[in-house]
């Protein structure tokens, strides 16, 4: 039995020390916050409740697989359904495209309310993606990375040096096909022209596997991580910031806290590595994709029937999520907004015909700033700075010896699933007792 250390409460930590307490070993997660859960949490305010963080996830079976793994099956702890409509696109012409996931036939059909032929080379772009993922899934997300007996179809996708702005701009005409399938890297921080073509990807696993959300807001998904680790015999040590780890001889002993050193035969890194002085120089070459602008609102009155999230595309771009906990006769919105944001996010939304600044009863504004500093550090993880981004991030093996990282920061892939599949890497690599 060996005795893991955690760092960081959020999804991929909380994942990882499930596997890994499953796996036999004597774990302790340590958390700066006075909770768990990280963006998986609940943002509160009168009767109101959001989601601190996202809304909905992709590719369910990551998530069932990791309850499997660690304990009772998921079925039994979360109620994760399947969303029939992504989401709502609208752009600045006055069109607006509903696209539904899970379905290359839907897609066609709707994609081709925007004009006859754009369905058809909306699929044809997104099957490219087909091998991509089954190559990236198999020996990238699945697989702990090792240049010796790398693919070399791997090698050369990661190192491909075409942007995914060039490759959407020769692929679609119509600049309204772009802003689609580029949108979720741009809300998530990144700038296109900086981005890899495979990172992409997320438009072909939203065709072929949905999205999928929880009843009341994933942050239930964080509160039964929680339990699964009480379930699960792991130590938790809350408001308990790491400071730096302890290396003798190459290899980590201990890892050094605010409220004194913790032992350690391995530490599972699931923060961002630039707070840990030991490995912030492997990472220096590197910068983290910070958040959007948020704001939380409680509305009153006759307020707008949206679906589950609505773009509105534009500059500002802005995203409207629905679906939070509200009073009967009453709605919770979050609206994330990025790019030049000169004045209030809601006066924004008006400008975009969602005008709704007189029904607002409740708000709480959150800065990218107040996020980092709510969550220490970003939920988005490395920003793209070309392919080379892909292979000076860490993951799941460190330069140091025992140390492992997981989470937001160790994957090359946005969100849950991704940070879920880096703790299975780190779970294989540790192994059983």
Known sequence: MARVVVIGGGFGGM?????????????????????????????????FAWDAGPTSTLLPAVIRDLFRKSGRPLEREVDLQPLDLVRE??????????????????????????????????????????????LLRKEWF?????????????????????????RLRRTFRDERLRLVAGHRLV????????????????????QRFGAWTVPGGLATLGTAMAERLVLRGVTVLTSTAATDL??????????????????????????????????????RRTMPAFPPVVCHVGLEGDVPDLPHEVVLHGDPLLVVRTGGRAPDGAAAWTVLGRGRIA??????????GLDVRKKVVARVDRSPRDLVERWGGSPHGVLWQGPRTARTRLGPRTPIDGVLTAGAHATTGSGLPFAGLSAALVAEVVGRA
């Open 15 to 47: 994942a990882a020390a499930a596997r890994l307490a499953k796996l036999g070993h004597d774990v302790t997660l340590l958390e700066r916050s006075a909770q768990l859960g990280g963006a998986l949490t609940t943002v509160e305010l009168d009767e």
């Open 187 to 206: 809300m998530d921080g990144h700038v296109l022209r900086d981005v890899p073509v495979f990172a992409g990807v997320d438009i072909y696993l939203e």
């Open 246 to 283: 302890v290396v003798t001889g190459g290899r980590v002993a201990a890892v050094r806290t605010d409220q004194g050193e913790v032992p350690a035969d391995h530490v599972v890194v699931a923060i961002d590595p630039r707070r840990l002085p030991a490995l912030a120089s492997y990472v």
């Open 343 to 352: 004045e209030d996010v809601l006066t924004a939304l008006a400008r975009q």
């Open 89 to 134: 696109h609208r752009f600045a012409d006055g069109t607006s495209l509903q696209l539904p996931g899970a379905s290359r036939a839907a897609q066609l059909a709707a994609v081709d309310g925007l004009g006859t032929g754009l369905g058809q080379q909306w699929v044809d772009h997104v099957a490219t993606y087909g091998e991509t993922w089954e």
């Open 142 to 166: 699945e697989r702990p990375f090792d240049d010796v007996v790398a693919p070399a179809e791997l090698t050369s996708l990661l190192g491909r040096r075409e942007s995914l702005d060039k």
